[in-house]
T-cell receptor, first 116, second 112 residues
């Protein structure tokens, strides 16, 4: 059972435009959500996070939105740049959700391709 | 802060052989995690240590897998009698209480 779902395996966006990556979750025990970025042959690197007590968090070009009632979050990147081309993983954690004290449950990832 | 270090970066082995991977977490982090990632999937939790105590194991961790963190610093993950299905990237991550996980670059295992 996939508790964190990223339904778009890939997304192609023109440079300078907005990239929107989506994520849905099913476990209501999740209370902290993160986005990680991964380049080939490297480990995931942290991008941005949001607590369940908020509905928006912004960091430079990156904004994460959380809709708890819909169990949905999204990552907005604006403007998109060529260096943003990577696989983006949505991840979630919660006190009783398993995977260790701060452990994460990941989605399958979305491959973002920024076209010049 | 030198980050999470994993060795080796790549390992090719024959089916049936044993392999061992090492992870050196960020020095002040007391929590250490092992994840496995296969093609087209996100990282999947394997096991978790708080200091030297192994507190949680996933059902993915069969009897052929064992992890240790003997002095609460570095950790090793051993796979005995490797199978082709063990081919994956093995990721180590560390954290302090309530903070985000920092990942290493991973060990890519290929079982022939």
């Amino acid at each position: 059972d996939q508790q964190v779902k990223q339904n778009s395996p890939s997304l192609s966006v023109q440079e300078g435009r907005i990239s929107i990556l989506n994520c849905d979750y099913t476990n209501s025990m999740f209370d902290y959500f993160l986005w990680y970025k991964k380049y080939p042959a490297e480990g995931p690197t942290f991008l941005i996070s949001i607590s369940s007590i908020k509905d928006k968090n912004e960091d430079g070009r990156f904004t994460v939105f959380l809709n708890k009632s819909a169990k949905h979050l999204s990552l907005h990147i604006v403007p998109s740049q060529p260096g943003d081309s990577a696989v983006y993983f949505c991840a979630a954690s919660g006190v009783y959700s398993g995977g260790g004290a701060d452990g994460l449950t990941f989605g399958k990832g979305t491959h973002l391709i920024i076209q010049p | 802060d030198t980050g999470v270090s994993q060795n080796p970066r790549h390992k090719i082995t024959k089916r049936g052989q044993n392999v061992t991977f090492r992870c050196d977490p960020i020095s002040e982090h007391n929590r250490l995690y092992w994840y496995r990632q296969t093609l087209g999937q996100g990282p999947e939790f394997l096991t978790y240590f708080q200091n030297e105590a192994q507190l949680e194991k996933s059902r993915l961790l069969s009897d052929r897998f064992s992890a240790e963190r003997p002095k609460g610093s570095f950790s090793t993950l051993e796979i005995q009698r490797t199978e082709q299905g063990d081919s994956a990237m093995y990721l180590c991550a560390s954290s302090n209480r309530g903070e985000k996980l920092f990942f290493g670059s991973g060990t890519q295992l290929s079982v022939l």
